[in-house]
């Protein structure tokens, strides 16, 4: 069983559309949690972090629920500019700080 | 302010050869963390760097191997390349004695090393 696991998509929406992500994770030792953005062929970039009690960046939400080891993302009001791929990314250990990321939910938001 | 440095951008080598790749991390950071990403699939962890020592090994076998220089840039060195290690390789740099949390990582942009 992977460690951080993702559908892989593609999620196609239109314009305006809200779309959700999910992802697990199978380490309870897991510490913190984040979402990357990807777009083709460019390093991952922080999109946002993950907090137990949820938050919220403008049109994108956040949730994390410990007990079930499940984290979301929610999009609302999608762009075509958010087409890219989200990882699902977690940090097990505390002090060394390697990430573990998912294989990535690929986006494509149509006009 | 300059970010994390990868080099070379793109790579071709061959079946057998040997690769090494590089980095240098973003001002003040002295950590350097190195991913393989393969196609469709998320980076995965190889190693990190931390005082010129290798710190943490991630599922890799050891034809990976790196180093640390005291300036605190890193290179990663492939021996016996496979066709499967043909992969975008990221660099990632961070602060040990200033972890920032969320913001404590910068990634390169990555070398694309094709194996033939």
């Known amino acids: 069983r992977k460690e951080v696991e993702q559908d892989p998509g593609p999620f196609n929406v239109p314009e305006g559309a809200t779309v959700a992500f999910n992802c697990t994770y199978s380490?309870?030792?897991?510490?913190?949690f984040f979402w990357y953005r990807q777009d083709c062929r460019k390093e991952p970039k922080l999109l946002m972090s993950v907090y137990s009690s949820g938050n919220e960046d403008g049109r994108f939400t956040a949730q994390l629920n410990r007990a079930s080891q499940y984290i979301s993302l929610l999009i609302r009001d999608s762009k075509l500019s958010d087409s890219a791929t989200y990882l699902c990314v977690v940090m097990p250990y505390t002090g060394r700080r390697a990430l573990t990321f998912g294989s990535g939910t690929r986006l494509q938001v149509q006009p | 302010d300059a970010g994390v440095t990868q080099s070379p951008t793109h790579l071709i080598k061959t079946r057998g050869q040997q690769v090494t790749l590089r980095c240098s991390p973003k001002?003040?950071?002295?950590?350097v963390s190195w991913y393989q990403q393969a196609l469709g699939q998320g980076p995965q962890f190889i190693f990190q760097y931390y005082e010129e020592e290798e710190r943490q090994r991630g599922n890799f076998p050891d034809r990976f191997s790196g180093h640390q220089f005291p300036n605190y840039s890193s290179e990663l060195n492939v021996n016996a390349l496979l066709l499967g290690d043909s992969a975008l390789y990221l660099c990632?740099?961070?602060?040990?004695?200033?972890?920032?949390?969320?913001?404590?990582?910068?990634f390169g942009s990555g070398t694309r090393l094709t194996v033939v």
């Open positions: 380490n309870s030792a897991s510490q913190s």
């Open positions: 001002s003040g950071h002295d950590t």
């Open positions: 990632a740099s961070s602060s040990d004695r200033e972890w920032r949390g969320e913001d404590g990582y910068t």
